[in-house]
């Protein structure tokens, strides 16, 4: 079935840098895509969602790529502040006709000003 | 914001008992998933519903765990006879249809003791 790998794990960043967090996927017929903030104690805010005829998305700081031949999404935080700190996962959607998310990993990124 | 709400927030339960929670989707959202993060940050579909219709149910939920979405009621999920191991954030999340962008509630934190 479908596999997601997430990376890094950990990410730390000065206010105002950007930050990068990388997902690979295995099945090409994979056509949703989604990226997610987990504040803690908290549930999944949805950042932004694409679909597999996108190859960029940008909205309020956030940089969606999608590379379909090389089975890559990126999410890219272009002048991340400390509340962008948080665990962020990069989700697929099945492809067997459920409909269920495969996540990623995670990623915890730290913004220190 | 998810407008997605899952109660209790926190669930404490001994081992071996019942332990129920709760989710009322989104409005208009007939499609609704049940997830399971463990401290690890690693994501575990439980089930998913169309309308009162399961779309797909993991074993897991199958022995131990019940779920339903009856019209004109929350959605619930309940674990029969609670294990150490099933401590954990349990994650509602519901879309307007299959493949389309799925939305979390802030969860039920359980612990069993």
């Known amino acids: 079935g479908e596999q997601v790998e997430q990376r890094p794990p950990h990410l730390s960043v000065p206010e105002g840098d950007s930050a990068v967090i990388i997902c690979t996927y295995t099945?090409?017929?994979?056509?949703?895509f989604y990226w997610y903030k987990q504040e803690p104690g908290a549930g999944l805010q949805l950042l932004m969602s694409?679909?597999?005829?996108?190859d960029r998305k940008e909205e309020q700081g956030l940089t969606v790529l999608l590379n379909k031949k090389d089975k890559q999404l990126s999410l890219n935080l272009t002048a991340a502040h400390p509340g962008d700190s948080a665990v962020y996962f990069c989700?697929?959607?099945?492809?067997?006709?459920?409909?269920?998310?495969?996540f990623g990993e995670g990623t915890k990124l730290t913004v220190s000003s | 914001n998810s407008k997605v709400i899952q109660t209790p927030r926190y669930l404490v339960k001994g081992q071996g008992q019942k332990a129920k929670m709760r989710c009322i989707p989104e409005k208009g959202h007939p499609v609704v998933f049940w997830y399971q993060q463990n401290k690890n940050n690693e994501f575990k579909f439980l089930i998913n519903?169309?309308?009162?219709?399961?779309?797909?149910q993991i074993d897991m939920t199958e022995k131990r765990f019940s779920a339903e979405c009856p019209s004109n009621s929350p959605c619930s999920l309940e674990i029969q006879s609670s294990e150490a191991g099933d401590s954990a954030l349990y994650l509602c999340?519901?879309?307007?249809?299959?493949?389309?962008?799925?939305?979390f509630g802030k969860g039920t934190r359980l612990t069993v003791v």
């Open positions: 999340a519901s879309s307007l249809h299959p493949n389309t962008e799925v939305f």
């Open positions: 519903f169309q309308n009162q219709e399961v779309l797909q």
């Open positions: 989700a697929v959607s099945d492809q067997g006709g459920s409909a269920k998310l495969i």
């Open positions: 099945d090409s017929a994979t056509a949703y």
């Open positions: 694409v679909f597999s005829n996108v």
